[in-house]
């Protein structure tokens, strides 16, 4: 059985009627592994429903992770976007516990016109602080933020790594779409994606690599970084090498398909990574 567990970034677009309990049945019928539980516009979610879903994802073998809403900012000069970013984070992880979630991603802040030494301050003291509140609760999951598609926010892969060893609790969520977005089409070798793991490895363990959240897809960029999500067959990305580097790299953990064709491409990689596997 392959290591990592690939799936949907939502609900897959074939899952009728449309609800995330129906999406975990359609992800098994499909032979697709795990689903991320997108909150991107707000936590909605009953705990009586995320119970439901947990059940039928153990029934089903389906993993789950969770996206916190994109509403966050831990940088953020007025104080009240700054509690409100962290209650949405925490609803997520929440929501996400209950329904046996492992790993909550989000983009985590924007620098402004900040150094991006005290950007990273405080966005490690946000951490810090969300770490405790959860521990407080008795709410068991991993804090990912996610590498960020341009050079406004933070989260470049460095970044990244350094909170993951500074505050034991969080883990680089690795979107190796965004990270060839944001470098404008540089981060798009065997080399590049091998290099990403290895400072993964060399600074969190081969622990980190056996439980890692990550996101693929095709992806478009200007000269901002990322523009938008491509299908995987329109994009410049190398995206067979990433899943190369996975599979030497000995990665497992859950890989999320953001593409516009959820499941269709979610399928093609999970094929590539299989084949690449097998050989
Ligand atoms: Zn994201």
Redesign the pocket.
């Known amino acids: 059985m392959s290591k990592l567990r690939i799936g949907t970034a939502g609900i897959p677009a074939s899952t009728k009627p449309r609800s995330t309990a129906n999406a975990v049945k359609r992800l098994a019928e499909l032979g697709l592994r795990h689903m991320e539980i997108e909150f991107v516009r707000g936590v909605n979610m009953k705990e009586d429903t995320a119970q439901e879903i947990r059940a039928l994802a153990e029934e089903h073998d389906i993993s789950l992770t969770v996206?916190a809403p994109y509403y966050v900012n831990l940088n953020s000069a007025e104080p009240e976007k700054i509690t409100a970013s962290k209650e949405r984070i925490i609803q997520a992880a929440r929501a996400g516990a209950w329904a046996g979630a492992k790993s909550v991603?989000f983009?985590a802040a924007y620098y402004h016109a900040d150094d991006p030494e005290d950007v990273y301050d405080r966005v490690k003291h946000h951490m810090e602080d969300m770490l405790e509140r959860l521990d407080q609760e008795g709410i068991a999951i991993r804090l990912s933020p996610?590498t960020t598609g341009g050079p406004t926010q933070f989260g470049t892969l460095e970044e990244l790594v350094r909170l993951g060893v500074d505050v034991p609790g969080v883990y680089p969520c690795v979107?190796f779409s965004h990270l060839f977005a944001r470098s404008l089409g540089q981060f798009n070798s065997y080399e590049d994606f091998a290099g990403a793991l290895q400072l993964i490895r060399d600074s969190l363990g081969q622990q980190a690599l056996r439980e890692q959240h990550i996101?693929l897809s095709g992806i478009e960029y200007g000269p901002k970084g990322e523009k938008r999500h491509l299908p995987l067959k329109e994009t410049e990305l190398k995206y067979e090498d990433v899943l190369q580097a996975l599979v030497d790299f000995d990665v497992a953990g859950w890989l999320i398909c953001e593409s516009p064709i959820l499941e269709e491409d979610a399928l093609i990689l999970q094929g590539l990574y299989n084949q690449i596997n097998n050989t």
Do not use: G, L, S, V
């Open positions: 996206h991603t983009h996610e979107d996101h």
